[in-house]
């Protein structure tokens, strides 16, 4: 059996599909360009991608042999899994082994946001600190603010239990989930409510056709002068316009960004213009360990898929 991996993995992960198929891992720091990737996928059995990789209906038609497709990731929004389960192929993801690292890089955006940390930083290392100011480089309070939660899933669920560590009163919108509302006291109420009452939001929510610009302009109206927009989830739930627009015309307060509708983030993108908004490279998940146990994750959900057996973290349901 062949296998082709699209991007360096660490060596734990590779010698598990080592053990079962003759592995080729694309050696680049950037992803293979399409044409590359449609001609590497002519003879395998299966498939090791991220994020950055197009699988669509176009390059499963040039991969006929392929058995099963394993995402190093939880969200698998580049995948026509539609398609891949019409052709009998299991797809597999990463969930749960990122959550609260995950949640933790969205709590630090969320201090770091409030308290003008990077700013900070800046304005000490340019020299310009002459002396104690009562009011230099002031933020927002973050303890006993008001935490609002966009998707109670399971970062959701762990940003919750990093508000309550600061008593902050938390608001969530979306799908019920007792477990929160027992555990840290959440409460309930529709998104207008929300984005109106909360100091903070923070955006857990998959990108979905329905959460396409979840946040938008009238969205963004509705928050706090003071309001401070976080999002670690997917670029695309947030219309990326008008959060320009509305940190330009200061309506709220700042934001704290790792994702973006377009990523790389381009070099003359505004966003890169602001003082007011801080900008990670999609970094959610990058502690060492966490990123280790991806790869290992999809290398067992790919290794199940050459053997034929049920993938232990399926998106998808196919017959074997």
Not at 256 to 275: A, F, N, T
Request: with cysteine; hydrophobic share 45%; aromatic share 4%.
């Amino acid at each position: 059996m062949k296998v082709f991996v699209t991007r360096a993995l660490p060596e734990e992960a590779l010698r598990r599909v080592r053990e079962v198929a003759d592995v080729e891992v694309w050696p680049e720091e950037m992803p293979p360009p399409r044409e590359t990737l449609l001609q590497k996928v002519a003879d395998v059995d299966g498939l090791l991608c991220l994020l950055t990789d197009k699988i669509d209906a176009a390059l499963l038609d040039a991969a006929p042999g392929l058995r099963v497709v394993s995402q190093m990731a939880v969200g698998y929004d580049n995948i026509d899994v539609a398609a891949c389960t019409a052709r009998g192929i299991p797809v597999g993801n990463t969930p749960g082994v990122l959550t609260e690292t995950t949640a933790d890089l969205a709590f630090a955006l969320l201090l770091t946001t409030a308290r003008r940390i990077v700013e900070a930083d800046a304005f000490t290392r340019s020299g310009k600190w002459q002396t104690w100011s009562p009011m230099l480089l002031t933020g927002q309070e973050v303890h006993h603010a008001t935490l609002g939660i966009v998707g109670m899933g399971r970062i959701g669920y762990e940003m919750a239990r990093r508000g309550r560590g600061f008593e902050m009163p938390i608001l969530y919108a979306g799908s019920p989930n007792p477990a929160a509302e027992r555990d840290f006291g959440v409460r309930r109420v529709d998104l207008d409510t929300l984005l109106s009452l909360s100091d903070f939001v923070s955006l857990h929510t998959a990108l979905t056709p329905h959460t396409t610009h979840l946040i938008g302009a009238d969205h963004l109206a509705r928050m706090k002068p003071t309001g401070i927009l976080i999002n670690t989830a997917r670029g695309p739930v947030v219309d990326q316009v008008a959060l320009v627009a509305a940190l330009q015309a200061g309506q709220i307060a700042g934001a704290g960004l790792d994702v973006y509708e377009v990523e790389p983030l381009p070099p003359d993108d505004p966003l890169l213009r602001l003082d007011n908004v801080i900008l990670l490279p999609h970094i959610g998940s990058a502690s060492i360990a966490t990123r280790t146990k991806m790869a290992v994750l999809a290398a067992e959900n790919l290794v199940a898929g050459l053997e034929g057996r049920p993938l232990p973290h399926p998106v998808n349901a196919v017959n074997h």
